[in-house]
């Protein structure tokens, strides 16, 4: 898991102020990322958030990663894909899937094998 880390922190910036080149950078580590990230198997046993305990918390982590794709905030993306992973189990199924779904449609590789 800690490779999965390793690929965004060094883009993680919320105010997304580092210029257009470093921006760019961070989208390419998304494309790393989204490789490294669909090698990882979804758990099996159910786990709460570690936040909220709430089941769908992490839907809110989502919705700021899908703005940040709109805005074509790179680096944001990255700050936000850290935070859901270190307050929601990011391998649950219904985590899992959804984060794979917004990485293809904001990077635009839906469909695209691996």
Excluded at 42 to 71: C, M, Q, T, V
């Amino acid at each position: 898991m800690q490779k999965l880390f390793s690929i965004l922190y060094p883009y993680d910036n919320w105010f997304n102020n580092s210029g257009d080149n470093k921006n760019l950078e961070a989208k390419e580590a998304l494309y790393s990322f989204y490789e490294e990230f669909r090698k990882q198997k979804p758990d099996k046993k159910y786990k709460k958030s570690k936040g909220s305990g709430h089941h769908i918390s992490y839907l809110n982590f989502l919705l700021e990663i899908k703005r940040a794709f709109w805005e074509q905030k790179y680096m944001r993306v990255c700050n936000e894909l850290i935070s859901l992973m270190r307050y929601e189990p990011y391998l649950q199924g219904r985590v899992y899937y959804n984060i794979i779904n917004t990485l293809e449609d904001g990077l635009g590789v839906k469909g695209e094998k691996q």
